[in-house]
Nanobody, 122 residues
Framework: QVQLVESGGGLVQAGGSLRLSCAVS????????MGWFRQAPGKEREFVAA????????YYADSVKGRFTISRHNAKSTVYLQMDSMKPEDTAVYYC???????????????WGQGTQVTVSS
């Protein structure tokens, strides 16, 4: 059974930083791409960042480019999202997902975590 567990969410002031982690079990982590998505209240889920199995491909939404960094540690079966210079509009539930390609499309990911809340105060 594939499981993804996010952690690291919380409350931060605008301009601050958080690092999200997503631990994966039940799948050969190093063989799969990973992605981060988020969903704000009343809005559709949106792509944030993705990384290929090798880490060579990284892909970011324009809204987070230059502020967020995705990385992975294959030996720990964990993907990270370092979030800096955070803004109130980054407030959302953040989800990690695993799939076969480094992609911004949610349909390319077949397993999802339960999400972690991130709140940025102004």
């Amino acid at each position: 059974q594939v499981q993804l567990v996010e952690s690291g969410g919380g409350l931060v002031q605008a301009g601050g930083s958080l690092r999200l982690s997503c631990a994966v079990s039940g799948r050969t982590f190093r063989s799969y791409a990973m992605g981060w998505f988020r969903q704000a209240p009343g809005k559709e889920r949106e792509f944030v960042a993705a990384i290929s199995w090798s880490g060579v491909c990284t892909y970011y939404a324009d809204s987070v480019k230059g502020r967020f960094t995705i990385s992975r540690h294959n030996a720990k079966s964990t993907v990270y999202l370092q979030m800096d210079s955070m803004k109130p509009e980054d407030t959302a539930v953040y989800y990690c997902a695993t799939g076969t390609v480094c992609s911004s499309r949610s349909e390319d990911y077949d397993y999802w975590g339960q999400g972690t809340q991130v709140t940025v105060s102004s």
